[in-house]
């Protein structure tokens, strides 16, 4: 099965934040939201709980729209059923499920072997939606452990933020770096993409990037803004050792000649780079008036001696240009006043999804700020995003390219 699967797919590579979008990896949102009660969804990183039918309807039109423009549209479910089908890839899914501190020896023996008995598309939604104590059959273990939890709490989490697949896995160039997650809440879902980059027919001869490296990096403070030029954010989410550490691994690889460490303020509306800047041309950006002047840029560079040489800190817009060997990185200036800056920022208006240069996925309820795109000629594909939004991510959050064509 490998060999036709491997011709009929482009190989994986993206160097650029705009090239034409070729293929990507998105998760249509399943049974991990309907978990989401509210006495959780603060600790599972959602502001609100959301209406899941209409949440997957507006998936759905989001692939559609991708789709039009000759996207390949991955789903997570089924890389992740795919690659369950190994039963080596089909053990290690199994066993990132149990968490023996949390349900003890007895049980943790119990429930793997239980686990060991699902199919792939069984196993595949006990990792993505989790399990309860009262959905874990009865005959498995009767431990104290089992008896004193409540039937609803966890014997496995489940991860609603699988939705923003571009945090946990980032491809820069032909090499694939799998995200070491901040927050506990995500923690596991690295673990699943591990698996479908390592079993996955269609991406079993990527090389890694970044390889064992445990700082802190998430795929929302990473912008490839040119060929060989990346931006890193460091924040909530990329700590200063994680971006020191992808840029090292970086430069050994030959991906980049330059990273700008970015760093942006620790605040959930700022999490992400990508939540006040996203790039929506060649030379063009859309970014929150409210940093426009005040970011700045720590220049990385590969020295001599196989080190890292740090500049800066120097004003992000002009380490960008240079970097990338531009004139200016232009700003489309939403203009907006700073209470409809603030709103449309918060709802994601700056984390657009480019499919082309100038060419960008957009939510439509930022009316303002997409007007302002459209006026600086910029296209912009509008999609609903009223339930997706509710765990704060946009277009951009929600999409892992894996193959952009070159610029
Ligand atoms: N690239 C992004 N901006 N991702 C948004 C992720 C949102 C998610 N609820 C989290 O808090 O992790």
């Not at 792939?120 to 399990?131: F, S």
């Not at 992400?272 to 929150?288: E, N």
Request: glycine share 8%; proline share 6%; with cysteine.
């Amino acid at each position: 099965m490998t060999a036709p699967d491997l011709e009929v797919h482009e190989q994986p590579r993206v160097e650029s934040e705009v090239g034409p979008l070729r293929a990507v990896l998105l998760h249509r949102p399943g049974d991990e939201l309907k978990r989401l009660t509210p006495r959780n969804n603060d600790q599972l990183l959602f502001d609100s709980i959301p209406w899941v039918d209409r949440a997957q309807e507006e998936h759905d039109a989001f692939s559609e729209t991708l789709r039009s423009r000759d996207v390949d549209v991955l789903l997570l479910v089924d890389a992740l059923v795919a690659a369950l089908g190994d039963e080596r890839a089909h053990a290690a899914a199994a066993d990132t499920a149990v968490d023996r501190r949390r349900v003890g020896h007895e049980l943790a023996d119990a429930l793997s072997s239980h686990l060991s008995t699902l199919t792939p598309t069984g196993l595949a939604d006990v990792l993505m939606a989790g399990m309860t104590f009262e959905e874990l059959p009865a005959a498995e273990g009767a431990s104290l452990v089992r008896k004193m939890h409540h039937p609803h709490d966890f014997v496995v989490d489940p991860l609603p933020n699988l939705l923003f697949t571009r945090d946990s896995s980032v491809w820069i160039g032909n090499r694939v770096a799998i995200a070491s997650l901040a927050m506990p809440a995500r923690n596991r879902e690295t673990a699943l993409l591990d698996l479908i980059y390592a079993y996955h027919p269609r991406f079993r001869s990527a090389g890694r990037a970044y390889g064992a490296h445990s700082a802190p990096v998430e795929g929302g403070d990473v912008l490839l803004l040119a060929p060989g030029v990346m931006a890193i954010g460091v924040g909530e989410r990329t700590s200063p050792a994680g971006a020191e550490s992808l840029a090292r691994s970086a430069f050994a690889d030959g991906l980049a000649h330059t990273v700008l460490a970015v760093p942006i303020a620790q605040d959930r509306a700022t999490m992400h780079l990508d939540t006040v800047c996203t790039m929506v041309d060649r030379d063009a950006v859309v970014m929150y008036p409210a940093v426009r002047d005040t970011l700045v840029a720590y220049p990385l560079q590969p020295d001599d001696a196989k080190g890292v040489r740090v500049a800066g800190p120097v004003p992000f817009l002009e380490a960008a240009a240079t970097a990338m060997g531009i004139d200016r990185l232009r700003v489309i200036d939403t203009g907006l006043d700073p209470v409809t800056a603030e709103r449309e920022q918060w709802d994601d208006g700056n984390n657009t999804l480019a499919v082309g240069p100038g060419v960008v996925v957009a939510y439509e309820r930022n009316v303002e700020t997409n007007e302002r795109l459209e006026e600086a000629g910029i296209e912009v594909l509008r999609i609903r995003g009223s339930e997706l939004g509710s765990g704060r991510g946009g277009p951009r959050c929600m999409s892992c390219p894996i193959v952009r064509a070159q610029l």
